[in-house]
């Protein structure tokens, strides 16, 4: 008897963008009501309308992961959409990075 558990697949990339992806929408959202809280009548910021595009990315990007992971047994398919959700995902992050950088620079 062997003490060693039979090595496990690796997870699929689908799996992680899936969960970083719900995280990502939470983030957007939270800065969302951010900019709102800090918006006067005198200061308006544009921001909230960019993050607002920004959750239909990490949307798009959960989606396509999602459906990824569901169509395992349609091997082009399901790669396919996970390369989507990929791409989707590394556009989202680069676009919060740079949101983040002008609301930054937009407060000071």
Request: net charge neutral; hydrophobic share 50%; with cysteine.
């Amino acid at each position: 008897m062997s003490d060693d558990p039979s090595p496990k697949p690796a997870a699929r990339p689908a799996t992680h963008i899936l969960g970083m992806a719900g995280t990502m929408l939470g983030v957007t959202t939270t800065l969302i009501g951010l900019v709102k809280l800090l918006e006067t009548q005198s200061i308006k910021l544009n921001i909230d309308e960019l993050a607002g595009c920004l959750v239909i990315v990490f949307l798009f990007s959960a989606v396509t992961s999602y459906a990824s992971i569901r169509t395992e047994e349609r091997a082009k398919l399901s790669k396919r959409l996970e390369r989507s959700a990929d791409l989707g995902f590394m556009v989202g992050l680069v676009t919060l990075g740079v949101l983040a950088l002008v609301f930054a620079w937009e407060l000071l």
